[in-house]
């Protein structure tokens, strides 16, 4: 079977042994006569799914029972305006580091809401590393300190979380699963699946039941209330039943690997091969600053928008895909989540150093 290997940011790739274990049940899960796809999101055998897809991503983020885990629909973007009604009252004080593209409409939406105040905002230098948050700048009756923890087109990532006060909220979607954090430091996590987690449709919410509130304003619809997801585990509505049992196959395959510790070191591997080759050529420009760099999507230039364009095609003819960078900001990005392997970031690497030789 001819694969390629795909570089994309989200929709991202995934392990090969997960695609083949639901293949081999696409029609007829474990013998049961029928596809996930088919079942009634309330029939014993999918109830099985679903608690154990939530037990294993509570087993390997070593979150104990004050958490809750919700698998909701809507995207990382529906969290923007989520998270403020949920988490503030209307007028209320918030915080936003504002390190990217996401995190900035994140900023855009809670202003809808509440007073949202940039506590540090990187985006007259383009997005280029992750500002230090001042904590004595903060005012200690905000409602919560909102970050990006990878900012995925730019290619920066918090390596350490800000010890703040306030209850710390995170934007999780291009990182979770890839980053070992210690996820009892946040309030709240969110991240749309398809980056390191499964298929676009569901989004994870990872909450401390503290800051799980009843006493919503009444203009708070009810399906953007984390209190009846809660209260309903996750089954208020139909949920994305199917892209939910894709996520649990990942959740088994994480756990194979040796969990979110191995899988980092892992990681940081891939990404160091990737940087190595940035920091010892005058052919390949690293757009990141060095401090803020990610694991997880690496961005970079070339000398001009054609050369890009020419190794872009070229790396394509080469069964690798998905390298041009996103749109607000150009240049070459090349996203290594859990599923790309060290192989496919070999034959990256060996591409680089071919590219660079024959085009210098
Ligand atoms: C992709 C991404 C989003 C947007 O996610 P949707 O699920 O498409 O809404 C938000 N934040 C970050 C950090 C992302 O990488």
Redesign the pocket.
């Known amino acids: 079977m001819e694969r390629v290997f795909n570089f994309a940011?989200?929709p991202a790739t995934m392990p090969l042994e997960v695609l083949q274990s639901i293949e081999k049940n696409i029609c007829n899960f474990e013998g049961e006569g029928l596809s996930v796809m088919e079942m009634s999101h309330r029939s014993k055998t999918y109830e099985k799914i679903i608690n154990e897809t939530r037990d294993n991503l509570r087993t390997i983020l070593n979150l104990d029972n004050n958490f809750d885990i919700l698998f909701l629909q809507g995207?990382?973007?529906?969290q923007f305006a989520m998270v403020p009604l949920n988490l503030a009252n209307n007028g209320d004080l918030t915080y936003y580091a504002v390190t990217g593209n996401?995190a900035n409409k994140a900023w855009d939406e809670a202003k809808r809401w509440t007073n949202a105040v940039d506590i540090t905002n990187s985006m007259s230098d383009k997005y280029k590393y992750i500002p230090h948050i001042d904590s004595s700048k903060i005012d200690k009756s905000a409602k919560y300190l909102h970050i990006?923890a990878?900012?995925?087109i730019f290619g920066t990532m918090y390596d350490n979380l800000p010890e703040v006060d306030i209850p710390l909220v995170a934007?999780v979607?291009?990182n979770v699963l890839g980053k070992d954090y210690d996820y009892k430091k946040f309030a709240l996590a969110y991240a749309?699946a398809?980056?390191n987690l499964g298929p676009?449709g569901l989004?994870v919410v990872i909450i401390n039941k503290k800051y799980i509130r009843s006493d919503l304003d009444k203009s708070v619809p009810t399906m953007f209330r984390y209190d009846i997801h809660a209260k309903n585990d996750s089954m208020y509505n139909t949920p994305p039943t199917f892209a939910i049992y894709v996520a649990g196959e990942m959740f088994k395959w994480v756990l194979k690997q040796g969990g979110v510790k191995e899988l980092e070191k892992r990681n940081i591997e891939k990404a160091n091969m990737i940087y190595d080759i940035l920091d010892n050529s005058s052919f390949y420009k690293p757009f990141a600053e060095k401090e803020s760099r990610s694991i997880m999507n690496v961005t970079f230039n070339l000398k001009t928008e054609e050369l890009e364009t020419k190794f872009i095609a070229e790396a394509k003819e080469n069964g690798m895909i998905n390298l041009k960078g996103h749109r607000v900001l150009g240049g070459i990005r090349a996203s290594i989540y859990n599923a790309m392997t060290i192989e496919g970031v070999k034959k990256l690497t060996e591409f680089m150093q071919t590219f660079e030789k024959n085009n210098k």
């Open positions: 940011a989200g995207g990382a973007s529906s996401f990006t990878n900012n995925t934007d979607s291009s749309g398809q980056k676009a989004t």
